[in-house]
C-alpha cells in the first residue's frame, strides 16, 4: 500500500484467488499497490474469506477448525511429530519483502491479529482491532445463547443440515431463510455483493458448520482475561475502534482497555453502522476512512521518530 491507496477518494477492486496455506486451500482478496511502502493484512471475523473450512467449496472434506488452528493457520509454527515446520501466513505470502506490515482486524479477527503480533512482533508496525471481540461479555444475552446452542454438536449438525438444506431453493426464498434464522432483519439493509456471498458460502452443511465450531472454541478461549501486559508492552502498535450498540465488542471492554492500557488509542463509532459494517456499502467506506486516517497519523508518527532518532545518532557522533 502507498500513499495514494490511503485516500478515500480512490478506489481499488479486489483480486480474488485460492492458494495454499500451511497446505490447507484458502480464498485470498486482495488489493494491490503500484508502489507499496507497506502490506496491510486484513483478518476478518467470523464467517469470512480467508478461514479454513469457511469456503465455498468443501475443501476441508468436513473437517472443523478451532480458533486456535484458525491462528496457526495465520500466523504460528505448526508442530508435526515434534518437527518444527513454518506455515504461517506470513512467512508464506510476504516472506520476500522488506515493507513492512499492518494488521487489521475485525471481531474475532482483532483477537487473531494481536496473536499475530505477538509471534511476529518483528514484522509488524501496527495492528487495528475493529468493532473487537477481545474478551467474552458476561453480560451479553446474545452470547450466552451461541454459547449453549455452540456446545452440543448434535444441534450444531442439524442446524448445518438445514442451512444446507435451505441451499438448495431459488436463491430468493434462501436468501430470505437467511434472514429470519441466521443474520436477522437488520441484514436487509446489506449490499447485493454482502448477500451474494452470504448465499454462496453460509448455505453449506461445511462451511455453517465450521462456523459454529469455531463460535464455540472462540466463547471458551476468550473467556480468560486478555494479556493486558503485552498490550502495554506494545501499546504503540495497538489502537481499536468500539461500536456504541456492540455486543461482541461492548462499551464495558472499551472502558477497561482505557484503564488497564490508558495509552492505547481508543475510539467509537456513533453513526450507527454496528458490527456487520462490512455487508453495507456506506458502512464500509466509513470505516475504511478511519482506518485510513489512523494508518497515516500511525506512518506520520513512525516517520517523525525515525527523523528524531537519526538526528540524536548524529548529535553522538
Request: positive net charge.
Given at each position: 500500500m502507498g500513499s495514494k491507496d490511503l485516500d478515500p477518494n480512490v478506489v481499488k477492486s479486489a483480486n480474488f484467488r485460492v492458494c495454499k496455506v500451511s497446505s490447507y486451500t484458502t480464498e485470498l482478496l486482495e488489493i494491490e499497490a503500484d508502489n507499496p511502502t507497506l502490506h496491510v493484512v486484513v483478518v476478518p471475523g467470523n464467517p469470512a474469506i480467508g478461514y479454513i473450512g469457511h469456503t465455498k467449496e468443501n475443501w476441508e472434506n468436513g473437517k472443523l477448525f478451532s480458533l486456535q488452528e484458525q491462528i496457526d493457520h495465520?500466523?504460528?509454527?505448526?508442530?508435526?511429530?515434534?518437527?518444527?515446520?513454518?506455515?504461517?501466513?506470513?512467512?508464506?505470502?510476504?516472506?520476500?519483502?522488506?515493507?513492512?506490515?499492518?494488521?487489521?482486524?475485525?471481531?474475532?479477527?482483532?483477537?487473531?491479529?494481536?496473536?499475530?503480533?505477538?509471534?511476529?512482533?518483528?514484522?509488524?508496525?501496527?495492528?487495528?482491532?475493529?468493532?473487537?471481540?477481545?474478551?467474552?461479555?458476561?453480560?451479553?444475552?446474545?452470547?450466552?445463547?451461541?454459547?449453549?446452542?455452540?456446545?452440543?454438536?448434535?444441534?450444531?449438525?442439524?442446524?448445518?443440515?438445514?442451512?444446507?438444506?435451505?441451499?438448495?431453493?431459488?436463491?430468493?426464498?434462501?436468501?430470505?431463510?437467511?434472514?429470519?434464522?441466521?443474520?436477522?432483519?437488520r441484514s436487509w439493509s446489506w449490499s447485493s455483493s454482502a448477500f451474494e456471498t452470504a448465499h454462496a458460502h453460509y448455505l453449506k452443511y461445511h462451511m455453517f458448520r465450521n462456523m459454529l465450531y469455531m463460535a464455540k472454541t472462540e466463547l471458551e478461549q476468550l473467556s480468560q482475561e486478555p494479556d493486558w501486559e503485552f498490550m502495554r508492552k506494545n501499546h504503540r502498535k495497538l489502537a481499536f475502534m468500539f461500536g456504541a450498540h456492540d455486543h461482541w465488542g461492548p462499551l464495558q471492554v472499551y472502558e477497561e482497555i482505557a484503564k488497564q492500557v490508558p495509552k492505547v488509542p481508543l475510539a467509537i463509532e456513533r453513526e450507527g453502522h454496528s458490527h456487520s459494517?462490512?455487508?453495507?456499502?456506506?458502512?464500509?467506506?466509513?470505516?475504511?476512512?478511519?482506518?485510513?486516517?489512523?494508518?497515516?497519523?500511525?506512518?506520520?508518527?513512525?516517520?517523525?521518530?525515525?527523523?528524531?532518532?537519526?538526528?540524536?545518532?548524529?548529535?553522538?557522533?
Open positions: 495465520k500466523v504460528f509454527i505448526c508442530m508435526l511429530h515434534f518437527i518444527y515446520k513454518f506455515v504461517d501466513f506470513i512467512c508464506q505470502e510476504l516472506q520476500d519483502t522488506k515493507v513492512p506490515i499492518v494488521l487489521v482486524g475485525h471481531s474475532i479477527g482483532s483477537y487473531i491479529t494481536m496473536e499475530m503480533l505477538r509471534r511476529k512482533g518483528d514484522m509488524v508496525i501496527y495492528t487495528i482491532g475493529l468493532y473487537p471481540f477481545i474478551m467474552v461479555n458476561p453480560l451479553s444475552k446474545k452470547q450466552a445463547k451461541v454459547r449453549n446452542m455452540t456446545r452440543s454438536s448434535i444441534l450444531c449438525g442439524l442446524m448445518s443440515l438445514m442451512a444446507a438444506f435451505a441451499g438448495l431453493f431459488p436463491k430468493w426464498f434462501s436468501q430470505y431463510m437467511l434472514v429470519l434464522f441466521v443474520i436477522g432483519k459494517f462490512c455487508c453495507t456499502e456506506v458502512g464500509s467506506m466509513w470505516v475504511a476512512r478511519h482506518v485510513a486516517t489512523l494508518l497515516k497519523a500511525q506512518t506520520s508518527s513512525s516517520a517523525a521518530s525515525a527523523a528524531d532518532d537519526a538526528t540524536l545518532a548524529h548529535v553522538a557522533n
